[in-house]
């Protein structure tokens, strides 16, 4: 069955990245400066535009805020563990990968593969259960980063980390009991940053799996941050240290740093 991703920059950025789209429906009428590109890319790729009115695009995705536009494309492809590690070798760097621990809410997923695609990271792994799916809303939250951002879905999260360590990854985990802050940890080697759930965090075994466990400092009356804020802060921290440092590691075969 196909899925839907509507918002004019999701639809942009799924035409720019070639996912495969069968048909475009656009309020009739719509002009802007992005539909224009909409529709060059479509005439491009030779994918049909039909021009409709809001009740068609509300029937179709029972959603207000289509921003006069949805595309009908394909399921989202899922890809391998591998092919995330093939990724940083292809761009010769060190691995870093956002692994998510049981994110169930589709804005949050969007909003860290948004951060995650920003950040320069090769690649998320989610869970196959009790984790929201890349779905149009996560699609429409990741402002489109999604069709950029290869995701793999796993069985085991935990197993996933022990195979991540024999590829010679280090494993940090966001935890707010944590000792250390997340700017004092080392970022520079292959690198798997692992978030934990809105509410109840990183999972008891998955945080035995993590090598360092990492905190971020809080100064006012709440205890913790929304988890795609602290992922955005932790990869983003990482790509700073990475940049500053200049690291260019041929990735997964170049070990543990001492």
């Known amino acids: 069955m196909a899925d839907l991703i509507f918002g004019k920059q999701p639809v942009l950025e799924a035409l720019k990245s070639e996912t495969p789209i069968e048909k475009i429906f656009l309020l009739h009428g719509g002009h802007s400066a992005v539909l224009e590109k909409i529709r060059f890319q479509a005439r491009r790729r030779g994918i049909p535009v039909v021009e409709t009115n809001i009740e068609r695009l509300q ?62 990271v090769h690649g998320v792994v989610i869970p196959k259960h009790h984790s929201a799916s890349v779905n149009e809303t996560v699609a429409k939250a990741s402002a489109g980063a999604s069709s950029h951002m290869p995701v793999a879905r796993v069985t085991n999260i935990a197993q996933t980390l022990d195979d991540l360590k024999s590829y ?73 240290t990475r940049h500053r440092a200049g690291e260019k590691s041929m990735g997964v075969n170049a070990g543990k740093p001492g």
């Not at 070798?89 to 920003?118: F, H, M, W, Y």
């Not at 009991?177 to 075994?205: F, M």
Request: aromatic share 6%; charged share 25%; hydrophobic share 40%.
């Open 59 to 120: 029937e179709l995705t029972n959603d207000e805020h289509t921003q006069g536009i949805v595309a009908l494309v394909g399921s989202k492809s899922y890809v391998e563990l591998e092919d995330l590690l093939s990724a940083a070798q292809k761009k010769v760097e060190p691995p870093l990968l956002l692994i998510l621990d049981e994110i169930e809410d589709p804005q949050n997923l969007g909003a860290l593969i948004r951060s995650a695609e920003c950040a320069g």
């Open 168 to 240: 010679g990854l280090w494993i940090i985990g966001s935890d707010s009991a944590a000792e250390k802050p997340y700017y004092d940890a080392d970022y520079s080697g292959p690198t798997a940053l692992v978030v934990g759930n809105e509410g109840k965090g990183i999972r008891r075994l998955v945080k035995e799996k993590c090598d360092f466990l990492v905190k971020i400092p809080m100064y006012g009356k709440l205890e913790s941050l929304n988890a795609s804020v602290s992922g955005a802060l932790l990869m983003f921290e990482a790509a700073r």
